[in-house]
């Protein structure tokens, strides 16, 4: 069995989804197995045309709007989320999705960009996952 | 040996405080043991009458108040915080409560629900925890 | 091989550099390895100057001053971060500087503590680190 890497993305925070894509396309480029389980805040991210949005991220408080942002990472030649995504899942990650944030903050499968969502689970997964991995993370 | 979680819960947000409850009781219903270090700003979670507190939570800043939080998640079936903790104790699980942080905040015994706390205990524990145990979160 | 924790230490608030050195040091104390991996905000800390710097730490929130939060440090017999990161280096704890950070932030070795910088590095290290080691965590 492969080895595998579990990562919760709780936080909404653009930085902390580039964290939780950087890290996993990481662990896919070296073998392991990679499950994102997406909950509360890191959900709202996967809403449709929500990925990108600089909104609420902590990155504007040092003054770095999300034009600025994008710009200094296309010129360091960091991916934007979008693609990190797109090569997250072409490596085989899979994104799950906490049903329990979707009752709790009343969000729908059509809102969702249910493209990308490998499934649609509650804490069990996770713990059946996180259990067997080499390496958990709360982000 | 049973399989072993350890999560320390730092954050006071009233959201993350779910998460570590959520985590921890869905470990300990698969069998696993589950022990919670409270320091920081989750130890003030601890204190009488603290624990379903909204102040300061972060799901404030999306305009939702205590008040319509703690609804939306009654009509989405998710228990209250003190009755998570509750299931947490009754199913097996330990919580640990910093005692640095204790030092660092003046926080006195008599200001902590005593009766949940399990141990009172420094890093050397949580160490020794942490290396024992399959899944390992910083919340 | 000894056991290993190797953390992230993402966030810039001073309470959690406190958190990431602490454990750090306990692990070290306790005949582990220790890696802590600086990206983003964290990384902002290992500036010249920089890592006792009270600005946009969440405990001035509280109405806790970087004077007050020492002050309080001290008389609870805790080390100052400085303190910390000496013993750190001292038992054998690695430093690992994200150079993605430093190019996205506009960074410079020079601006850096070069003098307790163990490697700069990428994802690639961190995974490697991350999947031998019995607690990863991510602050």
């Known amino acids: 069995m492969s080895e595998k890497a579990t ?15 950087i890290i996993g396309n990481g662990a896919l480029a070296m073998g392991m197995d990679v499950s994102i389980f997406f909950t509360f805040w890191g959900l709202e991210r996967l809403k449709k045309n929500k990925l990108e949005s600089g909104a609420l991220s902590k990155m504007n408080l040092f ?19 979008n693609k990190l995504l797109d ?13 329990m944030t979707m009752d709790i903050m009343g969000i729908d ?7 990308v969502i490998t499934e ?20």
Do not use: P
């Open 63 to 81: 003054g770095l709007g999300k034009w600025l942002i994008k710009r200094k990472m296309k010129k360091s030649g960091v991916a934007s989320l």
């Open 109 to 115: 499968k059509e809102d969702l960009r249910d493209d």
């Open 7 to 21: 990562i919760i993305l709780h936080s909404g925070d653009m930085d902390k989804a580039y964290s939780a894509l």
């Open 120 to 139: 649609y689970c509650a804490v069990g997964t996770y713990v059946q996952e996180a259990r067997e991995s080499e390496v958990t993370l709360f982000i």
């Open 87 to 99: 090569n997250y899942l072409e490596l085989g990650g899979k994104i799950l999705a906490c049903d």
